[in-house]
């Protein structure tokens, strides 16, 4: 029976040898496994700052090519404005408005253009 009993005691030993490389071997394969998947989120989040970057690039063209268009409403409304002092005429609400637009639409495009171009900065 002690033979037995040694037997035993070293199949024992064995058996939770082999699962202990085992579980080192699945430890392995993980760390490996998940260094693989974070190098390829990394470089997907990197492909995603310059595309984000050149969304902000056009975003800001886009808002300067606005603001120069609402500069131009601006000044020639003024003109207008001045032209119907000199005669005495009213302008139409419409054309007011029109005016007081370009005056917002130039304050929205400039503020939007000086935050799109600091978000740029921060994360180039």
């Given at each position: 029976?002690?033979?037995?009993?040694?037997?035993?005691?070293?199949?024992?030993?064995?058996?939770?040898?082999?699962?202990?490389?085992?579980?080192?071997?699945?430890?392995?394969?993980?760390?490996?496994?998940?260094?693989?998947?974070?190098?390829?989120?990394?470089?997907?989040?990197?492909?995603?700052?310059?595309?984000?970057?050149?969304?902000?690039?056009?975003?800001?063209?886009?808002?300067?090519?606005?603001?120069?268009?609402?500069?131009?409403?601006?000044?020639?409304?003024?003109?207008?404005?001045?032209?119907?002092?000199?005669?005495?005429a009213d302008l139409k609400s419409s054309t007011e408005?029109?005016?007081?637009?370009?005056?917002?639409?130039?304050?929205?495009?400039?503020?939007?253009?000086?935050?799109?171009?600091?978000?740029?900065?921060?994360?180039?």
């Open positions: 029976m002690s033979n037995l009993k040694k037997i035993g005691n070293k199949l024992f030993k064995e058996s939770t040898e082999l699962k202990s490389h085992d579980v080192e071997l699945n430890m392995v394969k993980s760390v490996e496994s998940n260094s693989k998947k974070a190098e390829s989120l990394f470089e997907q989040g990197v492909k995603e700052i310059f595309s984000a970057i050149r969304i902000i690039e056009s975003a800001i063209q886009t808002l300067k090519k606005s603001k120069s268009i609402a500069n131009k409403s601006l000044s020639e409304g003024k003109e207008l404005e001045k032209l119907a002092d000199k005669i005495g408005a029109a005016i007081q637009n370009a005056f917002n639409t130039i304050i929205a495009a400039e503020q939007s253009i000086k935050d799109l171009e600091k978000s740029k900065a921060t994360i180039q």
